[in-house]
């Protein structure tokens, strides 16, 4: 059965603070990784992860994808209270046009 | 229009009772895709339409649950005979699909449901 895990479920950090964020994956014949940024109710498109897009990188937000250990991280420097948020994680198979989603870890930065 | 939108933002209703969901995509998106989200887990897929037909449909949770969708653009979701376990938040997602980055899904604000 295809899986994706989460880790941590939540986090709290001080502005400023780097924080990383972890995801594992399972599915079968991987096309694509994928991370949300979900502050309300719409998640919104962070990155698109593939075999031939490894990692990724906006601002603040960058993101690696390991696809012999089957897992990717997103990191986020110089944290802001603006970046408080569930961050989703979905992967993408080849045969089927659904994304499976994590649980989310939910991210709170303190002022 | 600018993004996929989604109706009523928020719906209470009571146990027994059906409820019609709608979604608007991204104007000129062949595909849709439904969600739900309850409280504390990620997104759970339910259906994907590409274009008019639903090619799965496999996240249906029982038969009580429906969906449509007309002239490739707007689709509704219906629950009949709701229970308090239909709470969630219900997501509707659009894309592109055959045109550069299909794998990204475009995501409406949800609709809030409440079952009482």
């Known amino acids: 059965e295809d899986k994706v895990v989460q880790s941590p479920l939540s986090l709290v950090v001080h502005e400023g603070d780097t924080v990383t964020l972890n995801c594992s994956y399972e599915?079968?014949?991987?096309?694509?990784l994928l991370w949300y940024k979900q502050e309300k109710k719409a998640p919104t498109f962070l990155f698109m992860l593939t075999s031939s897009g490894i990692e990724k990188k906006s601002g603040r937000l960058s993101s690696i994808l390991d696809k012999k250990e089957l897992f990717s991280i997103l990191n986020i420097t110089a944290t802001q209270t603006g970046d408080s948020a569930v961050y989703l994680c979905a992967v993408k198979g080849t045969g089927f046009q659904k994304l499976v989603f994590g649980t989310g870890t939910r991210l709170l930065v303190s002022p | 229009g600018a993004g996929v939108s989604q109706s009523p933002s928020n719906k209470v209703t009571e146990k027994g009772k059906d409820v019609e969901l709608r979604c608007d995509p991204i104007s000129g998106h062949t595909a849709l895709y439904w969600y739900r989200q309850s409280l504390g887990q990620g997104l759970e897929f339910l259906i994907y339409f590409q274009g008019n037909s639903a090619p799965d449909k496999s996240g249906l949770p029982s038969d009580r649950f429906s969906a449509e969708r007309t002239g490739g653009s707007v689709s509704t979701l219906t629950i009949q005979r709701t229970q308090q376990e239909d709470s969630a938040v219900y997501l509707c997602?659009?894309?592109?699909?055959?045109?550069?980055?299909?794998?990204?899904?475009?995501f409406g604000p949800g609709t809030r449901l409440t079952v009482l």
């Open positions: 997602a659009s894309n592109l699909l055959g045109v550069g980055g299909p794998d990204t899904q475009y």
């Open positions: 599915v079968t014949n991987f096309r694509s």
